[in-house]
């Protein structure tokens, strides 16, 4: 791998004096400036703090302690893909009471909502760009209190692409060429890389294609005013894409290949009591080949604890996806639904069940609870609930009731032929079916590790110990390096779930505030 510059920015993020870092300490690199990475910064910092405190006030020894600490990001801290769309119309799936940074302190994102003057509930879902300034500025506060400690904290604008491994510490290589020098990294990149859509792969680049709804302003620029649009997906994204499109005077279609759309909630919640059901997951027998009927029981158990209306009055059978909506909807309006109760607590209870299974049986647990976790766990909120039927009722929307079978564009337009439906035409077509989750691959020689790897690639990081550390191979020591946050799917289920990014980089900030040398 060349040898670049060393990059190194000022305390604003703009690109700065490119040095050398003279003196004792240590440097830290993290990778990622979303929830995962400005959520480790903050404890990071907390826990230097909290260790200063203990000692009276007085610093670590020299070698041990760190020295600086550098947030690499395109964007300003916080105001990544996941949150960073100032559209007032995208809001957060999850209640604001689960949404903090901190781990011991559940309110602090509603802390942060009144000082800025605004009111919220703890069960209510706020506009996306609140959690990215909410992130940006507790990041600003962490900053500020690590002066104090005389470690300088700093957010450096760039893409990493790969970290190279070497006794004498690590080199973060940027998109750009520039490297910073790290002893240790913490890599905690979020997805960026979208799906492709079954039948077109041959389209990535057309003009009349988009590849993701996200930034909301780049639908408002490329789509004149009244286009007939194909929104191709039916979950989360595709309800953002066809909120957008309607609200913006577009003729809007979805279609997918399941024809489902999530569930209806008020938001998801913190648990709202606790469930023995559920902690029996834990003592269940990963070998067991009824392992997937036990977890269903158990979670069947947990929402009769909440109430003995059985789970088909809960839940709408209706055919017809829009009469489901509406069905479904008007439960949550009735508060005659309990199944939203165990969600979080469900979650939690596989992700501590997760690493203990063997390799490819978590992603047949998944894959059985597929309907449970396409409709169920990413419901939509009861809000954007009755804006899509608003549109449907003005006829601005429709579902499609198959996936297309062919597509081509021709005379200025697509052409979609679905399986017992008349050709039609649309103006534009949007992908909205998600996003890859990062990959890590190692180089040929275990001395690089790209973070960007392409599906199937050789190499690639399919396994992580429970200190979240990477390693070259099965048996290999650990290296100075940490992943945190959706990179961790890899041994963790439902890896994005906000209070466990939070608790990762909780984990990994007291580990590295705690070490004295590296090792």
Same mark, same amino acid.
């Given at each position: ?102 781990? *011991? ?34 990041? +600003? ?34 998109? +750009? ?5 790290? *002893? ?103 070998? *067991? ?137 649309? *103006? ?92």
């Amino acid at each position: 791998m060349p040898v670049g510059r060393t990059a190194e920015s000022d305390g604003g993020g703009c690109a700065g004096e490119l040095r050398e870092r003279p003196g004792p300490g240590r440097d830290v690199v993290v990778i990622g400036g979303g929830v995962a990475g400005t959520s480790f910064v903050v404890q990071l910092v907390r826990e230097l703090l909290g260790a200063r405190d203990r000692a009276g006030g007085g610093r670590p020894p020299s070698g041990g302690r760190i020295r600086s600490v550098r947030l690499v990001d395109p964007n300003p801290p916080g105001w990544g893909l996941a949150f960073g769309d100032r559209d007032p119309l995208l809001l957060c799936n999850t209640a604001a009471e689960i949404n903090s940074l901190l781990a *011991d302190r559940p309110g602090d994102f509603i802390d942060h909502l009144r000082e800025q003057g605004l009111e919220a509930g703890p069960l209510d879902c706020v506009p996306r760009a609140r959690m990215a300034a909410y992130c940006h500025d507790r990041f +600003d506060r962490a900053r500020a209190r690590a002066r104090e400690l005389g470690v300088e904290v700093r957010h450096v604008r760039g893409t990493a692409g790969s970290v190279t491994t070497g006794a004498a510490g690590h080199r973060v290589r940027l998109g +750009d060429g520039q490297e910073l020098r790290a *002893d240790e990294v913490v890599v905690a990149t979020g997805v960026h890389r979208p799906r492709v859509p079954d039948g077109f792969a041959a389209f990535q680049d057309h003009p009349r294609y988009l590849d993701s709804p996200y930034p909301a302003a780049r639908i408002r620029q490329r789509l004149p005013a009244g286009s007939t649009v194909l929104v191709l997906g039916s979950h989360q994204s595709a309800i953002d894409a066809a909120l957008l499109l309607c609200r913006d005077g577009h003729r809007v279609t979805l279609t997918s290949p399941s024809g489902l759309l999530p569930a209806v909630r008020v938001s998801l919640a913190a648990p709202v009591r606790a469930f023995p059901p559920l902690e029996r997951l834990a003592r269940l027998d990963p070998a *067991d080949p009824l392992l997937e009927e036990r977890v269903l029981r158990c979670a069947v158990e947990s929402v009769r604890l909440l109430s003995r209306v059985p789970l088909r009055r809960q839940t709408s059978r209706a055919a017809d996806p829009l009469q489901r909506l509406r069905e479904e909807t008007a439960l949550v309006e009735r508060d005659a639904l309990w199944w939203p109760g165990i969600m979080v607590a469900l979650m939690e209870a596989l992700i501590a069940l997760g690493p203990s299974l063997p390799p490819g049986r978590t992603e047949a647990l998944l894959s059985r609870f597929a309907r449970l976790t396409g409709r169920y766990v990413t419901a939509m909120t009861s809000r954007n609930a009755r804006r899509l039927l608003a549109h449907a009722e003005s006829g601005a929307l429709r579902l499609a009731g198959s996936y297309p079978g062919l597509v081509a564009f021709e005379d200025g337009a697509w052409r979609v032929e679905r399986p017992g439906a008349a050709p039609e035409r649309f *103006d534009y077509a949007v992908n909205a079916t998600g996003f890859l989750p990062p990959a890590l691959c190692w180089n040929h020689d275990g001395t690089g590790l790209y973070l960007d790897a392409p599906p199937g690639a050789r190499a690639a990081v399919d396994h992580l110990e429970a200190d979240l550390r990477v390693r070259r191979g099965p048996g290999a020591p650990p290296e100075r390096i940490w992943v945190v946050g959706v990179g961790t799917h890899v041994r963790v289920p439902f890896s994005n779930l906000l209070g466990n990014v939070v608790r990762q980089a909780g984990q990994v900030a007291r580990e590295l505030a705690g070490a004295e040398v590296p090792v």
